[in-house]
Structure formats: structure tokens, C-alpha cells
């Protein structure tokens, strides 16, 4: 259907951002609803993406963590350049990714989404496991 689901995200949301400003969140709703549910970047995919493109100058992040694009057409290179794999490479990588994640779920708390108290547990475990990484 399409080529690497990586360098499409950064088209996807250079196209999402034209209509206005959003975080990650809602860019990773739009993009969903545009491919009509085939297709959602995950948070670990969007998160990493969104910092790349903001280091780049194709995006900025407003202070109410909104990005918006900086040119009008930069869209059209974003695709030519920086894609990567889907599923992280390295330590590097998977580190973005968890960044990613972490930074989603604190969007979606700061939305109202009480999720996080269902899965409390889960995610106490996965932060004594990171815990033990980081030592």
C-alpha cells in the first residue's frame, strides 16, 4: 500500500499539520482516521519522529506542546530524507521509543484519560524493570 511506515509518518504528519497546530496525540488520531483505521503510528514511531523533525526545522513545538509546521511545503521534502526502520535498531533507538511512549501516555493523562489508573500495576513492573537497565 505504501513504502516505509516511518518515512510516511513524516509526510503524514507534515500533511496532518497543515490543517493546524496538535500534539502528538491528536496528530497520531488524525493521521488514524485519515488512513481510515488501516494504519495508526504508534507512540513509540511518532514521539521520536515529532523530536526529529522538530531538530531538522521541518516542525516546531509551541509552548502548549503543540507542533506546527515552519514552511508551507515542507511537506514535500520530508519524505526524501531521515526515514528508519520500524522497529528500533539499537539501545538508542529503543530508548527514543520508550521516550515516545512515555510521553504519549502523559498526554493522554493530561486529557483527562484515567487509563493509567487501570494499568497502575503494569506500569509500576515495567518501571522497576527500567530501573534495573539504568543501573
Same mark, same amino acid.
Given at each position: 500500500?505504501? *513504502? &516505509?511506515?516511518?518515512?510516511? /509518518?513524516?509526510?503524514?504528519?507534515?500533511?496532518? =499539520?497543515?490543517?493546524?497546530?496538535? +500534539? #502528538?496525540?491528536?496528530?497520531?488520531?488524525?493521521?488514524?482516521?485519515?488512513?481510515?483505521?488501516?494504519?495508526?503510528?504508534?507512540? *513509540? &514511531?511518532?514521539?521520536?519522529? /515529532?523530536?526529529?523533525?522538530?531538530?531538522?526545522? =521541518?516542525?516546531?513545538?509551541?509552548? +502548549? #506542546?503543540?507542533?506546527?509546521?515552519?514552511?508551507?511545503?515542507?511537506?514535500?521534502?520530508?519524505?526524501?530524507?531521515?526515514?528508519? *526502520? &520500524?522497529?528500533?535498531?539499537?539501545?538508542?533507538?529503543?530508548?527514543?521509543?520508550?521516550?515516545?511512549?512515555?510521553?504519549?501516555?502523559?498526554?493522554?493523562?493530561?486529557?483527562?484519560?484515567?487509563?493509567?489508573?487501570?494499568?497502575?500495576?503494569?506500569?509500576?513492573?515495567? &518501571?522497576?524493570?527500567?530501573?534495573?537497565?539504568?543501573?
Amino acid at each position: 500500500m505504501f *513504502g &516505509s511506515k516511518r518515512r510516511d /509518518l513524516r509526510t503524514w504528519i507534515l500533511f496532518t =499539520l497543515n490543517s493546524g497546530p496538535k +500534539n #502528538g496525540a491528536e496528530i497520531m488520531d488524525s493521521i488514524e482516521k485519515q488512513m481510515m483505521g488501516v494504519w495508526r503510528p504508534s507512540p *513509540g &514511531s511518532m514521539y521520536p519522529m /515529532l523530536e526529529n523533525m522538530v531538530n531538522e526545522g =521541518l516542525i516546531k513545538k509551541l509552548e +502548549n #506542546g503543540k507542533y506546527e509546521p515552519l514552511e508551507e511545503n515542507n511537506w514535500l521534502r520530508a519524505g526524501l530524507f531521515g526515514h528508519h *526502520g &520500524s522497529s528500533p535498531r539499537n539501545f538508542s533507538e529503543a530508548v527514543s521509543d520508550i521516550e515516545g511512549i512515555v510521553t504519549y501516555m502523559e498526554e493522554l493523562r493530561s486529557n483527562g484519560s484515567k487509563q493509567s489508573e487501570d494499568f497502575s500495576e503494569r506500569l509500576k513492573e515495567v &518501571s522497576k524493570r527500567l530501573d534495573k537497565l539504568s543501573q
